[in-house]
C-alpha cells in the first residue's frame, strides 16, 4: 500500500484537470497509467500517459466507464476504455441495424445478437467486428444457417434450413457457400 498522495495535472487539447490520488488510487495509477517508472532510475523512454479526464475527450466519447453517444454514424449505450466503445453495450446504425453484445476497441468481440433493418439476424460469437465461431444467422426470408463462421462467412460445418425447418445444405461451407 502507497502511504502518499500524488497530485496530477493533465492538459488535454486545453482542458486542464488535476486530480489528487490516495492509497490504492495511487497504486492502481501508478500500475495503469504510469508503466513505465523504475525505482531508483530514470525510464529511457517514457510512455506519454493517456490522461483523458471523465467528460473531456478529444473524440466527443465518454473516456472510461459507463455512458452513451450519438451522431450521424448512429448511438451506442454501453462501456467505454480510452473513449473506444469496449465491454457490454448497445448500438443502433442511422438505418435500424441495431448489436447487442460485446465490444473490444471499438469494434464487435464476443457474444452479441445484431438485427438489420432488412430482416436479417445473427446471434452469436465476433471477433473484430466480424462473425466468427459459433453462431446463428437468419434470412429475410426466414432460412437460417446454424454453425461455424469465419472471417464473417459462413464457413467449416454448417447447417442451412428453410423456414419450415426442412434440410437445405449440411456439411462444410467454404467462402459463405456450400463446399
Known amino acids: 500500500m502507497i502511504d502518499s498522495d500524488l497530485t496530477v495535472t493533465a492538459s488535454i487539447t486545453g482542458h ?7 492509497g490504492r488510487r495511487l497504486a492502481t495509477f501508478m500500475v495503469l497509467i504510469v508503466p513505465r517508472i523504475v525505482v531508483g532510475q530514470r525510464a529511457k523512454s517514457p510512455v506519454p500517459a493517456p490522461l483523458v479526464p471523465p467528460g473531456a475527450n478529444p473524440g466527443g466519447h465518454p473516456a472510461q466507464g459507463q455512458g452513451s453517444w450519438a451522431s450521424s454514424d ?3 449505450v454501453g462501456n467505454f476504455n480510452n ?3 469496449d465491454g457490454q453495450g448497445k448500438w443502433n446504425s442511422p438505418d ?3 448489436y447487442i453484445g460485446g465490444f473490444r476497441d471499438g469494434k464487435k468481440e464476443g457474444f452479441g445478437t445484431w438485427a438489420s ?3 436479417s439476424a445473427y446471434e452469436g460469437n465476433f471477433v473484430a467486428g466480424k462473425k466468427s465461431g459459433q453462431g446463428t444467422w437468419t434470412s429475410p426470408k426466414g432460412d437460417k444457417y446454424v454453425g461455424n463462421f469465419a472471417d464473417g462467412k459462413m464457413e467449416g460445418q454448417g447447417t442451412m434450413l428453410r423456414p419450415d425447418g426442412s434440410v437445405m445444405h449440411s456439411g462444410l461451407w467454404r467462402g459463405g457457400k456450400p463446399a
Open 16 to 22: 486542464t484537470s488535476k486530480t489528487t490520488l490516495m
Open 74 to 76: 448512429g448511438s451506442y
Open 83 to 85: 473513449g473506444r466503445k
Open 96 to 98: 435500424g441495424d441495431e
Open 117 to 119: 433493418s432488412d430482416g
